[in-house]
């Protein structure tokens, strides 16, 4: 299984367990068209960056970095708690379009 189809089992995991749902009921979201109708409560994430960390002129680990939205019309979502707890995973900021809550974080996986 590829690294980004983990996350998104894990995205769709985290979605499951704030709202307290099936992971097959969750709409997260990989780099979707514009022309997708989305469905709030969702989770829409992209690759955004990579780090690669060296030593002896070597790498030895490396990490792909996402990011990744949750987007809700509750500013307080359960979502959000979770994402908090997250190791390799910081807040990068808010910001409201029409009515919903845009909650942005940088995720290494």
Do not use: W
Not at 6 to 29: Q, R, S
Not at 56 to 79: E, F, K, T
């Amino acid at each position: 299984m590829s690294r980004r189809v983990d996350l998104h089992h894990k995205l769709e995991n985290i979605m499951a367990e704030a709202l307290g749902i099936e992971p097959e009921d969750t709409h997260v979201y990989f780099q979707p068209p514009e022309s997708l109708k989305m469905k709030y409560p969702c989770i829409v994430y992209s690759r955004d960056r990579e780090v690669e960390l060296n030593a002896d002129n070597m790498a030895y680990q490396y990490y792909r970095g996402y990011q990744v939205m949750v987007i809700s019309l509750d500013p307080d979502s359960p979502i959000l708690d979770l994402f908090d707890l997250l190791p390799l995973c910081s807040f990068s900021r808010h910001y409201v379009v029409d009515s919903l809550h845009h909650d942005v974080y940088v995720l290494y996986h």
